[in-house]
């Protein structure tokens, strides 16, 4: 009996030891010490722990899908777009698209994101991927290319403590561009941007200009017009529209960017050509009336302006409205190197007749345009002044010689007529030419 006693009393005793030691480390270790959660974690961690609350205190319960004021559904949020153009990459005249490369801006505000600095360590501001964001169904309307593409879709974006959103990303955009080909290659283009909320009408997003201002809404960088187009300026314009298959008003966004064609690069390349074949089609009145050279220079002449209206075809696209100054030029240059051609046909073939010249046209031509060109007139049986060729016996001689038979006299003489008022003709028609090129030109 006794021996039981003392056996529970050691037994009670070990036991009450060992609770006693067990129960010491905890109470030393939390003893005098907060144990909320926050202090706990600043303890450990730092500003870094208060970070990671205040993704955890926002993004909890943070829903995309819905609209930053979904609660107040009268009431549409505002949402600000901005565009920097930073460089003019290609615009290609024959697809009418421009290519460049840019940073869209946009930003609003979401109050379910905000925060008191003072319990976040004075935390300002945080950066988070913008696909785990609500981010305003905006779209390019006029690009290009993959159509369908959303074009605020990656990145970070900067939240502000007081619930705004500040949404940067650069892209290359390729955009359709409806271009005026009158003045080309000395044109000015203007190319509109259009971005539009695709889902949402105005009751719901109200889309503006960054800014309500044209001017900070748009920029464009010192290294945009290091390319064939020179950037002149860019301005933004707000637009409302209504589409038949969806009620209410549809807010959008122009930017409107003017471009500048580099000149000098063209003018080397295509206007001087055509002004050398334009000058060069006065050779064809200049060189003898019958030296066979004008029909050379002027069949290569041909050629190269055929040749020159092929590049051209394959340069702009065959639905412009305006036909371009240079493909006038081209036109006009060989309308004339051919009518050139035929008329000094027509004036080799007259200086070759042998027939009689009726009195009207010897007393209009030779002794009025005749004299008012500077012609010496034939008179009598004199030298040749035209240098023209006579056969008598198969041999070629360069004089008139004095014949005893009257027939062949008069022969050379009607001869010798026609050369002049081919030659009088030949005059009259190149001032024509000169002035008819002037006009072309001008």
Known sequence: MDRGIKLTVVLAFIGLSLGSLSAAPTVNTTAGKDLSPS????????????????????????NKNLRPNYNTSNEPLQVELGLAVRRIEYLDEKRQTLLFHGTTRLRWMDKRLTWDQQDYEQIANI???SYALWVPDIRLQNQAAQLGVKTFEHGLANIYSDG?????????????????FGKWPYDVQSCTIEFESFTMDGTRV??????????????????????????????????VKRYECCPGEFHSIYFTIRLQRNQPFYRPLLLTPMIVMVFASWLLFLLPLQSCMKFVIGAIELVFVASFAL???????????????????????????????????????????????????????????????????????????????????????????????????????????WATLASVLNRVCFTIHVVVCLIVLL
């Not at 202090?39 to 943070?62: C, M, Q, R």
């Open 39 to 62: 202090s706990t974690t600043e303890s450990t961690d730092g500003p870094l722990a208060n970070e990671e609350t205040l993704f955890k205190d926002l993004f909890d319960n943070y």
């Open 127 to 129: 950066a988070y991927p």
């Open 164 to 180: 705004q959103v500040y949404l940067s990303t650069q892209s290359a955009f390729t955009v359709y561009c409806g271009m005026d």
């Open 206 to 239: 109200d889309l503006r200009m960054m800014g309500q201002n044209s001017t900070v809404a748009v920029e464009t960088s010192p290294y945009a017009s290091l390319n064939e187009w020179h950037v002149l300026g860019m301005v933004a314009l707000k637009n």
């Open 311 to 417: 590049f051209l075809k394959s340069y702009l696209p065959p639905s412009i409205e305006e036909i371009p100054y240079i493909v006038t030029l081209n036109l006009n240059t060989m309308v004339l190197v051919l009518l050139a051609l035929f008329i000094q046909s027509a004036l080799l073939f007259m200086s070759r007749l042998k027939c009689a010249m009726p009195h009207a046209l010897k007393t209009l031509f030779l002794d009025g345009l005749g004299r008012a060109c500077c012609l010496k007139l034939p008179n009598g049986y004199t030298k040749s002044n035209l240098g023209l060729q006579l056969t008598a016996e198969g041999q070629e001689v360069d004089h008139f010689e004095m014949s005893d038979s009257s027939d062949a006299l008069t022969s050379e003489k009607t001869r010798h007529e």
